[in-house]
């Protein structure tokens, strides 16, 4: 067999809008050889993850390759038949997709859409894949992995349904695998157990990969080779030791040099002053087990405060709590001193309109079939009372706010957004009930670090010309350092740590908070090797087995 696995000649690919054909990838030249990892990168809208489907011979709809060819293991999958592809997809060729949630079948569980590749592929029979299933969900560190399998999606958090999307990729154990930010979901914990199991994998079975992602410092743990990106065009492609330490194009340094974002530090609080939001010994359930303990903390005026912590610990458990989408067992919520009726239901519309959400996934939050006015209209007329050209006014006065053009936006549908546009209208429907206080709920994961920076400044500039508070639930403490004030720790529903930005990142740290701390991923090739050196681990399957 030829060493190399995918050869990749001048791809371009067009997208059609009304009945012109635009190019979207200008000529792409790709070479991947068996156990090598590609890394992917660029700003939203680079073409990243159209190349990446495109190498397993797809295109989305609207979508056309029109020049090129895509080989793999001499197969050109441009010119391919429907059942050649069929016979290799699945099987030899396996995809990781951004959104598990989007992606997984909600009518079936888990361990059924996982065994469902092997089995039609011939690869193994259905007992003999459950338990590989089961291996895998063990060490990508997935709790109790002889159960969870028999869950439906619904039943698990974001990041464990991204685990087992890539489980279920490595179910056939294909000669390539195409991720498309697989970890973007996952808290920094989770997430180095993951790309270890992903290394390890690759590596034990000798798998090609494309690994897509916009967090430069992931790519560096992953890649032995970095293409950057940008406007369908390729950038430069270098080792990944040269790419971090010597990039020979302007814009792949000005991707090194983001998130240099950081807000001044504030005064003290005072503390005479009433918080706009405090959360008084909450304890709450989902049906009879406990999932939150005894939590309180305070946001006042003016202020950000970062809920971290990893996937499961309670962050957005306590958001509902404070939003009345889950009413409290013990404990209660207050705004402006005043007590909240624990559930929704029982608040009057005044209060509902204090408190708003940002989602961390805007494909989902969105209805696809609402113009960007009607989404942005409903809650201006629904608050506000506002209808016709008043209404109008007001959106358009909203979209002006988030800094996208009222004329432009209006009209168009979230498919005809990007992902950052569409973080942007999420906001502006928060602004339109004119809140106190916003529940920012991993608003920035989803996007490429470019984005992600804007975002934060926007986010900051209505904060200090609106005078929200915000509660910033994150697992990227990157994030934590540009916009926080204060910063709140939780683990297994509990509090385990909290106070002022500047003091949180001094040591001395409660254990749990210099473990978070000692996980984020650094630019450095050998970071994760070394780290989990330091922790004693020589494979990521002993690690997942020590923290079970």
Not at 137 to 158: A, N, T
Not at 302 to 328: D, H, M, N, Q, Y
Not at 500 to 523: A, G, Q, W
Request: one cysteine or more.
């Amino acid at each position: 067999m030829s060493d190399l696995l995918l050869k990749i000649r001048d791809l371009k690919i067009e997208g059609r809008s009304d009945e012109t054909w635009n190019p979207i990838i200008n000529g792409i030249d790709v070479d991947l050889k068996r156990g090598e990892v590609l890394g992917m990168i660029g700003e939203s809208g680079a073409g990243k993850s159209t190349v990446g489907l495109a190498s397993m011979g797809y295109t989305r709809d609207g979508v056309r390759i029109s020049n090129g060819s895509v080989e793999f293991d001499g197969v050109d999958l441009v010119t391919a038949s429907a059942s050649t592809k069929r016979a290799l997809l699945g099987k030899r060729i396996a995809y990781v997709a951004q959104s598990a949630a989007a992606s997984f079948n909600p009518a079936h569980k888990l361990i059924d859409q996982h065994t469902e590749g092997p089995v039609q592929h011939g690869v193994s029979s259905r007992a003999e894949s459950e338990l590989d299933g089961i291996e895998l969900y063990r060490r990508l560190r997935l709790p109790d992995p002889e159960e969870i399998g028999f869950r439906y999606p619904h039943q698990v958090s974001g990041g464990q349904l991204q685990r087992a999307m890539t489980a279920m990729a490595m179910a056939c154990r294909p000669d390539l695998i195409i991720f498309d930010e697989p970890t973007t979901a996952l808290d920094v914990t989770t997430q180095i157990e993951v790309l270890a199991s992903i290394r390890d994998i690759v590596e034990q079975f000798d798998t090609a990969a494309i690994y897509i992602t916009h967090d430069l410092a992931v790519v560096a743990q992953m890649a032995d080779k970095i293409k950057v990106l940008l406007k369908g065009d390729e950038v430069e492609e270098a080792d990944t030791h040269t790419m971090l330490s010597a990039p020979q194009e302007e814009y792949t340094k000005s991707l090194w040099a983001v998130r240099s974002f950081e807000r001044p530090a504030k005064p003290a609080i005072n503390t005479s002053a009433t918080p706009v939001v405090s959360v008084r010994n909450v304890t709450a359930a989902y049906g009879t087990v406990d999932v939150l303990h005894d939590v309180s903390f305070d946001i006042h005026a003016g202020r950000t405060v970062a809920v971290v912590g990893e996937s499961g610990s309670g962050k957005s458990t306590a958001a509902r709590c404070i939003t009345g989408l889950l009413p409290p067992r013990i404990g209660h919520v207050e705004f402006d001193g005043q007590q909240l009726p624990l559930s929704y239901k029982q608040r009057d519309k005044s209060q509902l309109r204090q408190a708003q959400m940002i989602y961390q996934m805007a494909d989902t939050a969105l209805n696809p079939r609402k113009s960007i006015g009607e989404t942005i209209g409903r809650p201006v007329e629904f608050y506000m009372g506002l209808t016709g050209r008043e209404k109008r006014k007001r959106v358009e006065e909203l979209l002006a706010e988030i800094e996208l053009e009222p004329t432009e936006y209006f009209n168009r549908l979230p498919s005809e957004l990007s992902g950052g546009q569409k973080q942007r209208i999420g906001i502006a429907r928060a602004l339109a009930a004119e809140p106190k206080f916003i529940i920012c709920d991993e608003v920035t994961s989803a996007l490429d670090q470019l984005v992600a920076e804007g975002i934060l400044r926007l986010l900051a500039k209505l904060q200090d010309e609106l005078g929200l508070s915000y509660m910033f639930i994150t697992h990227d403490l990157a994030t934590v350092r540009s916009i926080a004030d204060e910063v709140v720790v939780m683990k297994e529903g509990k509090v385990v740590e909290q106070g002022p930005k500047k003091e949180m990142f001094k040591p001395p740290h409660h254990p749990y908070t210099d473990l978070l701390l000692s996980s984020v991923p650094e630019m450095d090739p050998d970071w994760l090797t070394n780290l989990l050196q330091e922790r004693g681990v020589d494979n990521i399957g002993d690690a997942a087995a020590d923290k079970m």
